[in-house]
């Protein structure tokens, strides 16, 4: 056994927990808006539950985190790990609305692990090849957004709701098990007297006190809230009014997981240079603008070509103003920062992404193109927000060639 445990990477086993953590949340997102209408949800409650998820893992990823400085990265992990099965276990016999909640709001926490698994990363990889292992936690999630959302469509359509949680459990005990027996643990000197549950505004609240960083986490959390009015929307527009089958919703967003990979994967750095930060900054938000306004409006009978164009579009948009944000706010934080400045970014990304599918969802109820038009709207006052800081930042010396960046989640 002990010479198994050293024949497999931690940094594998790692991988392999993103991987599914990703794989199970993409399973839901097909099914999840569809379901929840068809069990009574109105527009505001289809929001709120899709939107838990994120909420949770805002509140959240630090309590793991502290958790797993005060008692070791590996039992923190299993245990979330745990947490996840059940959820998707409730979500398997969810057949009222309050349980779906729950079953989200239990799969957010569990998934909020991502804190934890980055520590360990920084115990056991030396400084300079800690930027290949989080990329390599990057492809985990582009490739569980691929295969989740085409899998939970086929089970949903094919065999039911329960077979969707059941196969989202399943992976959870597979990863359980292989990281029960395959991750040592990594905190070799725990801090017994770190805190447990940090306040998660604190740090935000201070950093909005100073002008360039407020104006950069702003830019970066009003966009992902127009980009989230799409997330949780597009599922139920597609069905209702593009009439695709809950398979076919899914094999449009694993078309959303492919243009990730491959766009943030392999081309983005490539375009940064190319294109340079000030660029990068105006076309993402105009490109992003584009396709999120148009996507009501492709008809039915166009839907392939148009609909996937717009979607390209957006994740352009995604894809330059994500790596482009980051890295204007390592170059305007100081060197001793970086690190939780970034982390306060990721975490109104996260609020980011609870607030607009409450907003989505709520106004999908009224009109299904409204969220798209106050998606392009909201993208709009973003536009003007970044020629303000664009005007801002060149007159301080700050743009210059943006610095190749790891892949995002958004």
């Known amino acids: 056994m002990n010479l198994m445990k050293r024949s497999v990477s931690p940094l594998f086993v790692l991988f392999l927990t993103i991987f599914i953590d990703l794989l199970g949340f993409g399973l839901i997102i097909p099914i999840l808006p569809i379901y929840a209408k068809q069990i009574g949800a109105d527009g505001f409650t289809i929001g709120l539950i899709a939107g838990s998820f994120s909420l949770m893992q805002f509140l959240f990823a630090s309590f793991w985190g502290g958790l797993s400085d005060r008692y070791g990265r590996r039992p923190i992990i299993l245990s979330a790990i745990t947490v996840m099965a059940f959820s998707y276990f409730l979500f398997a016999h969810a057949t009222t609305l309050w349980l779906l909640l729950l079953s989200r709001i239990l799969s957010g926490i569990g998934g909020a692990n991502l804190s934890a698994a980055q520590a360990y990363i920084s115990d056991v990889t030396p400084v300079e090849r800690r930027t290949k292992a989080f990329g390599i936690l990057g492809a985990a999630f582009g490739l569980g957004f691929i295969f989740g959302p085409p899998l939970g469509g086929f089970l949903k359509e094919n065999y039911g709701l329960p077979y969707v949680g059941y196969a989202a459990m399943a992976f959870c005990l597979v990863n359980l098990i292989s990281a029960y027996f395959f991750l040592p643990e990594s905190n070799k000197d725990p801090e017994k007297g770190s805190r447990i549950f940090p306040n998660p505004f604190g740090d935000i609240f201070r950093s909005l006190r100073r002008d360039l960083i407020r104006e950069l986490l702003m830019i970066n959390f009003v966009f992902i809230v127009a980009f989230s009015l799409m997330q949780v929307t597009a599922a139920l527009m597609w069905e209702e009014h593009y009439e695709l089958s809950e398979a076919e919703v899914g094999y449009v967003f694993a078309y959303i997981g492919v243009l990730a990979v491959i766009i943030q994967g392999g081309l983005i750095g490539k375009i940064n240079k190319w294109l340079g930060e000030k660029k ?110 664009i005007r801002k930042l060149e007159s301080q010396g700050v743009l210059g060639t943006v610095k190749e960046s790891e892949p995002s989640e958004t």
């Open 280 to 389: 990068m900054l105006t076309y993402g938000v105009l490109l992003m603008g584009t396709g999120l306004t148009l996507m009501p409006f492709v008809p039915k009978d166009l839907f392939i070509p148009l609909e996937l164009l717009c979607l390209l579009l957006i994740s352009l948009g995604v894809a330059f103003l994500t790596p482009t944000i980051n890295s204007v706010l390592s170059q305007v934080a100081e060197k001793k920062e970086q690190g939780k400045i970034l982390g306060i970014n990721q975490s109104f990304g996260s609020l980011a992404r609870f607030l607009g599918p409450l907003v989505g969802g709520s106004v999908y109820g009224i009109g299904y193109r409204y969220p798209y038009i106050l998606s392009g709207i909201i993208m709009a006052l973003v536009f003007g927000m970044t020629l303000s800081l």
